[in-house]
């Protein structure tokens, strides 16, 4: 991620439909529907080889004390704060208001870095409003239609040779996903960078609807950014919002990034389940949120694997522990539980907490700072391959038809999560209960209990 840009702007000027069209139909949700609340969100954004992320300003939920402009003006300096670069949209149909002049203004006050745009430009009915832009004393708008997609080679160029000045201040934001197996020797075991305010951790927070999971990210973010409801499904699509989570830097992903007190339409109802998979993707540490009082369901079960298998540190944390009458019991309950039914996580940390109260938020914290770890743990080369010479002769591999399977050599190929790669003879008859054993034992043997462990097998003849 290269750099951060915000789009602000009043109301109805597009922000959230180019927001939608930046960060792509799959994790953003366009909905007409009145009453639908929006709060600061963020995404992953492309356009051509750019990917940045960018940030909604679009609130309009009012806080009960507060104007509606009291709140633009509040989440859009929090975005400008936020951002490396604004962009102003203005609405070419309608021309300079008001209202686009104190955005302006507060653009100017807090110094930003503004692009200055003149959306629903297509067409020609926006020639007038766009030419009107010059006076608000931005530099040349750039005319451009989010709905339409129109005027986006524009923004590119002028965000290009932006975004080659961050990048080479920034590091890539993302965690790796499809991350090619290299074959590295160096014998390091490089000291764990602890997330930073340029590198936060980030996190998703996932579970059934009703689980806590808005209640938990509010209570950690410590003001009332996203909002809560008794209603079950309420959730919407994936944002993120950035915290300091007990001291740590967190960029926390959500499956709420819309909320609303109001009822649900079936359109908005049926994106939340596979968004807040989605946000996963995005996360290096996932907290596998369980209601204590339905612990442990099928959809929780699903939702722990998939975090699993995508390869991301787990910790589970079991939700609104103030309701539990009978504490230790419960807790042996649900340890049970978690081994029983979730092997793949052998190890994985289980904590309690109230997302109402606070209670249990620092073993949370300190949960996932540990897992965080974990999985950027590498291991060096010569210890490996002393482990690897101990398991084998502890447990040699089989000999099918006589001829033994060797294992020569173990080299960590990469972290986040910790992948090894074994060069061995006859790998395609190695049973997968020897590579169980193997991985477990690298759990066990280098301290890595909970983060997914993959081992890959190459021949060497
Ligand atoms: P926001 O309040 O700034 O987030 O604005 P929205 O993204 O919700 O858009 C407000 C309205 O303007 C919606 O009805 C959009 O469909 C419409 N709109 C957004 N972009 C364009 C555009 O490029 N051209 C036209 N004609 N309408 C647009
Ligand atoms: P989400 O759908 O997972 O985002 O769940 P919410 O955060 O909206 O919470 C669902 C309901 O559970 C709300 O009524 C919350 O007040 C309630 N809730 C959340 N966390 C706790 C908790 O720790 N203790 C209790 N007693 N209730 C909670």
Redesign the pocket.
């Known amino acids: 991620m290269s750099f951060t840009l915000a789009i602000v702007g009043r109301p109805n000027v597009g922000k959230s439909t180019l927001f939608n069209r930046l960060v792509g139909k799959r994790l953003a949700l366009v909905d007409n529907t009145p009453g639908v609340t929006r709060d600061l969100r963020e995404g992953d954004a492309r356009l051509g080889d750019l990917k940045f992320i960018v940030i909604d300003s679009a609130g309009l939920e009012l806080a009960e004390d507060e104007s509606l402009q009291g709140r633009m003006r509040r989440l859009t300096e929090r975005a400008v704060e936020e951002a490396d670069i604004c962009l102003f949209l203005v609405d070419a149909r309608v021309g300079v208001t008001p209202a686009d002049e104190i955005f302006a203004d507060i653009l100017r006050r807090k110094n930003a870095h503004v692009i200055l745009a003149a959306n629903k430009a297509e067409g020609h009915a926006g020639d007038a409003g766009a030419m009107e832009a010059w006076s608000l004393g931005l530099g040349e708008p750039l005319r451009i239609s989010a709905e339409h997609g129109e005027g986006l080679d524009d923004l590119y160029a002028v965000l290009k040779p932006l975004a080659d000045e961050f990048a080479a201040a920034r590091a890539a934001d993302l965690p790796e996903t499809d991350v090619e197996i290299e074959e590295g020797d160096e014998d390091e075991e490089p000291a764990y960078q602890p997330p930073s305010a340029a590198k936060p951790l980030q996190l998703a927070v996932i579970?059934r609807?009703?689980?806590?999971?808005?209640?938990l990210i509010n209570k950690i973010l410590g003001e009332d950014r996203l909002l809560?409801?008794?209603e079950a499904g309420?959730?919407r699509d994936a944002i993120s919002v950035t915290a300091d989570f007990m001291g740590t830097p967190m960029r926390i992903w959500d499956t709420?990034g819309m909320r609303k007190k109001a009822k649900v339409n079936d359109k908005l109802e049926k994106l939340s389940v596979a968004d807040g998979l989605r946000a996963v993707r995005f996360a290096e540490v996932v907290v596998v949120l369980l209601d204590v009082n339905i612990p442990f369901e099928q959809q929780d079960l699903r939702i722990a694997d998939f975090a699993e298998t995508e390869g991301r540190a787990v910790v589970v944390a079991a939700?609104?522990w103030?309701?539990e009458e009978d504490k230790p019991e419960k807790l042996k309950e649900l340890r049970e539980a978690f081994e029983r039914l979730l092997p793949q996580l052998r190890g994985a940390p289980l904590v309690t907490v109230?997302?109402?109260?606070g209670k249990g938020l620092d073993r949370l914290h300190n949960a996932i700072l540990k897992a965080h770890e974990i999985w950027n743990r590498r291991i060096s080369t010569a210890k490996l391959n002393n482990w690897l010479v101990a398991m084998t002769e502890a447990h040699p591999p089989p000999a099918p038809g006589g001829r033994r399977i060797k294992l020569r050599y173990i080299t960590q190929a990469k972290t986040r999560p910790p992948a090894f790669v074994i060069k061995a003879t006859h790998t395609d008859k190695i049973p997968e209960s020897y590579g169980r054993y193997l991985v477990n034992g690298l759990r066990d043997d280098f301290d890595m209990p909970g983060t997914p462990i993959r081992i890959y097998f190459r021949d060497q003849g």
């Not at 609807?209 to 209640?215: L, V």
């Open positions: 579970g609807p009703n689980a806590g999971k808005s209640t809560t409801g008794p309420i959730t709420a939700n609104k103030d309701l109230s997302a109402k109260t």
